[in-house]
């Protein structure tokens, strides 16, 4: 039998330097394209400097208005305009954020939905990822004594039509049962936002600046 890899072959590989792949600071996932979104408990402020995003750091620092500016890219908007689409696998290796109150993300967006986290991550619940397909309703908290703060992650996520399947470092850990849809396509978007208290707790009131890594993202596609 083919592993999922062998089937397949890469149709994205992130590079976040790339204007022609990535659009920074703005997303349609946010209201009126950004900057902020307070309706989700969010402190960011999204800024299109590139010491935010376009290293692969994704960072937020502190603003004296209580927000943190904080570094986003999305595909939507961008001239390739990639989108992830049915049968698709994506494939990430991330550190995580050690500061609470960093909340870390890739997810996907359209159209005001068709959002599946590859992952979420709060440094309070510092074994526990976060894995949910949002167009259907379910979700999966993975807990993992080799998730920390401030460690690497391997994650990877097939977006299949009857169930999404994640993979964390190489274990299958959720098929969710429910799937996508065949029809199903969507934007990318990596980010750090900022939890403002309400879900997890907001940042330490001495904490000035937060980071997480995405060293590598791919997504690979069914040979045809």
């Given at each position: 039998?083919?592993?999922?890899?062998?089937?397949?072959?890469?149709?994205?590989?992130?590079?976040?330097?790339?204007?022609?792949?990535?659009?920074?600071?703005?997303?349609?996932?946010?209201?009126?394209?950004?900057?902020?979104?307070?309706?989700?408990?969010?402190?960011?402020?999204?800024?299109?400097?590139?010491?935010?995003?376009?290293?692969?750091?994704f960072?937020?620092?502190?603003?004296?208005?209580?927000?943190?500016?904080?570094?986003?890219?999305?595909?939507?908007?961008?001239?390739?305009?990639?989108?992830?689409?049915?049968?698709?696998?994506?494939?990430?290796?991330?550190?995580?954020p050690?500061?609470?109150?960093?909340?870390?993300?890739?997810?996907?967006?359209?159209?005001?939905?068709?959002?599946?986290d590859?992952?979420?991550?709060?440094?309070?619940?510092?074994?526990?990822?976060?894995?949910?397909?949002?167009?259907?309703?379910?979700?999966?908290?993975?807990?993992?004594?080799?998730i920390?703060?401030?460690?690497?992650?391997?994650?990877?996520?097939?977006?299949?039509?009857?169930?999404?399947?994640?993979?964390?470092?190489?274990?299958?850990?959720?098929?969710?049962?429910?799937?996508?849809?065949?029809?199903?396509?969507?934007?990318?978007?990596?980010?750090?936002?900022?939890?403002?208290?309400?879900?997890?707790?907001?940042?330490?009131?001495?904490?000035?600046?937060?980071?997480?890594?995405?060293?590598?993202?791919?997504?690979?596609?069914?040979?045809?």
């Amino acid at each position: 039998m083919q592993s999922p890899r062998s089937a397949t072959e890469p149709v994205f590989v992130a590079d976040f330097t790339s204007e022609t792949q990535w659009v920074a600071g703005r997303s349609w996932a946010y209201p009126d394209g950004g900057p902020v979104n307070p309706g989700d408990n969010k402190l960011d402020h999204l800024v299109a400097d590139p010491a935010y995003s376009r290293s692969g750091v994704f960072r937020a620092t502190r603003r004296e208005d209580g927000l943190w500016d904080a570094g986003l890219l999305t595909t939507e908007g961008s001239r390739e305009a990639f989108e992830v689409r049915t049968g698709d696998i994506l494939e990430a290796r991330v550190r995580l954020p050690e500061e609470i109150g960093a909340w870390p993300a890739i997810w996907t967006w359209r159209d005001g939905g068709q959002e599946i986290d590859v992952f979420e991550y709060h440094p309070d619940n510092p074994d526990l990822l976060e894995l949910s397909n949002r167009v259907r309703g379910r979700y999966h908290y993975h807990r993992d004594p080799g998730i920390r703060p401030g460690g690497e992650v391997r994650l990877r996520t097939q977006f299949g039509a009857r169930s999404v399947v994640w993979w964390v470092d190489d274990a299958r850990v959720f098929s969710d049962g429910v799937g996508v849809g065949r029809h199903w396509h969507a934007y990318l978007i990596v980010n750090l936002s900022v939890c403002a208290g309400r879900y997890h707790p907001a940042p330490d009131p001495d904490a000035t600046e937060m980071s997480y890594e995405v060293s590598e993202l791919r997504v690979l596609r069914p040979r045809r």
